[in-house]
């Protein structure tokens, strides 16, 4: 099953509004959590890494005040997208590394959330 | 920095055909490589990895994959491919002993023909 979760899968809402994304890791607890966006037949460009009780560290050209990310504890991490617009609908997907896995196993990924914005 | 190349963007076969996609790889070391399917609206789902060893792997629903040090290349391959496996594929790497950065692919998107 699913060890990495997202919610909600689908949002939509309207331009100017704010709305934050989850992500949560289901039975470990994940110190690193990295944020991923997606454009429509495009790859997956990582936005952020989220560290547990400290700042997120944001890829070059991603907007830290446009896409807050917060991970207040071991098992969740949020981004918001703050006063929302059209060319901020994309499919966003987080991932998260289970320390006990291992240095040789990759990160799980979530389901993603696309996101439209009216 | 890492980079992955996908040279095909769309592929079709026809079914019980035998599938090769491509991807080529830059990294300075020997790097974790990665393929993964999605499927339309979906999340990754991955289909096989190759950390170090054996230069051929298996994989999930009959995929497998070879490493090419010397072509810097990991294609995937299926010998027989089915209807179900229309998807969009994605090669992917990672710092060899940490892989706390996946650089992606720009995908393949195949599409299967009765």
């Known amino acids: 099953g699913a060890v990495v979760s997202q919610h909600p899968s689908w949002v939509i809402c309207k331009s100017g509004t704010s709305v934050k994304i989850e992500c949560r890791s289901l039975?470990?607890?994940?110190?690193?959590m990295f944020w991923y966006r997606q454009f429509p037949k495009q790859s997956l460009m990582l936005m952020a890494t989220?560290?547990?009780?400290?700042?997120?560290?944001?890829e070059q050209g991603v907007e830290k005040d446009k896409f807050l990310i917060n991970h207040a504890s071991l098992t969740l991490s949020t981004l918001t997208v703050t006063s929302a617009h059209p060319e901020d609908s994309s499919f966003y997907i987080c991932?998260?590394?289970?320390?006990?896995?291992?240095?040789?196993?990759?990160?799980?990924f979530g389901d993603g959330t696309r996101l439209s914005i009216l | 920095a890492q980079s992955v190349t996908q040279p095909d963007i769309h592929i079709t076969v026809s079914e019980g055909a035998s599938l090769e996609l491509r991807c080529n790889y830059s990294?300075?070391?020997?790097?974790?490589l990665f393929w993964y399917v999605q499927s339309p609206g979906q999340g990754l789902q991955l289909l096989l990895k190759?950390?170090?060893?054996?230069?051929l792997v298996q994989g999930i629903k009959g995929f497998e994959a070879e490493f090419k040090r010397s072509q810097s290349s990991f294609n995937l391959r299926k010998p027989s491919v089915h209807w179900s496996d229309a998807a969009e594929y994605f090669c992917?790497?990672?710092?060899?002993?940490?892989?706390?950065?996946?650089?992606f692919g720009t995908g393949t998107k195949l599409q299967v023909i009765p």
């Open positions: 991932s998260a590394r289970n320390p006990r896995d291992g240095d040789n196993q990759p990160q799980h």
């Open positions: 992917a790497v990672a710092p060899s002993g940490g892989y706390q950065k996946v650089t």
């Open positions: 990294y300075g070391a020997t790097p974790y």
């Open positions: 989220s560290n547990e009780g400290s700042k997120a560290t944001y």
């Open positions: 039975d470990f607890q994940a110190t690193t």
């Open positions: 190759y950390f170090s060893g054996d230069t």
